[in-house]
């Protein structure tokens, strides 16, 4: 009877290791490795104890039930060299963590990439397509009707968003290939990284046709004084 509680006890014990989401680490760094251990919603004692294992991309053992030091914080703490984890991929861990006669198990994953930052998944591929897509579609027509239009300035201002919208376009690009070879965390984050270059294109533009609406300005002046 008693073990049967003891038992029951254990199952229903607040005892939680949570389930870490994938979190990215730099290649060519050391990795410490935190896992919180708590022990009915508190801090595990200096006594508790964690052992680990982690599993390669390739799934062979990094490593194989060892052990991990008590923070006294809650955290559990594990250090990986530089060379343990100089392999890209997801890895995978297998926690199993006590404090006196209570004990709780968990796992989870981390990655490594190139940068520290996670690759785009699917979902955002196909949005960041249909924009690229879109944004090359906008830049074609500009310049397309740009040799359609007979007033100069309009015909400036035309090809100056559309070259705008092709240096987007071959921004966005760069970006997803930075993404793939381990460049930027988000396309989010990526914003501010085009936005400034973006700006500064189309602040040139509008020099550009300032200059040339200057100009035209001066000639019209000069024909009708006659000084042309």
Known sequence: MIKKNIIFGIILILLVLPLVTSQTYKKGEILDLKIPFEVNGSIASENAWCNISINYPNGSYLKDNASMMNQN??????????????????????????????????????EITPS??????????????????????????????SFKIEFFPAKVIFMGISLI?????????????????????????????????????????????????????IEAFQVKRGLR
């Open 165 to 217: 919208l092709f240096v987007v376009v071959l921004l966005f690009i760069t970006i997803m290939l930075s993404q793939t070879l381990g460049g930027f965390e988000t396309i989010i984050d990526s914003y501010s990284s085009f936005l400034w270059v973006a700006l500064f294109l189309f602040f040139l533009v509008f020099i550009f046709i300032l200059l040339v609406l200057i100009k035209k300005s």
């Open 116 to 145: 520290g930052f996670g690759a785009i998944n699917s979902g955002e591929g196909i949005v960041l397509s249909l924009l690229i897509g879109s944004i090359m579609i906008f830049s074609i027509l500009f310049f397309i009707f």
């Open 73 to 110: 914080n809650g955290d559990f703490n594990i250090t990986l060299s530089i060379i343990e984890v100089s392999t890209l991929g997801e890895y995978c861990w297998r926690a199993f963590c006590c404090d006196g006669g209570e004990c709780a198990a968990g796992y989870g994953k981390f």
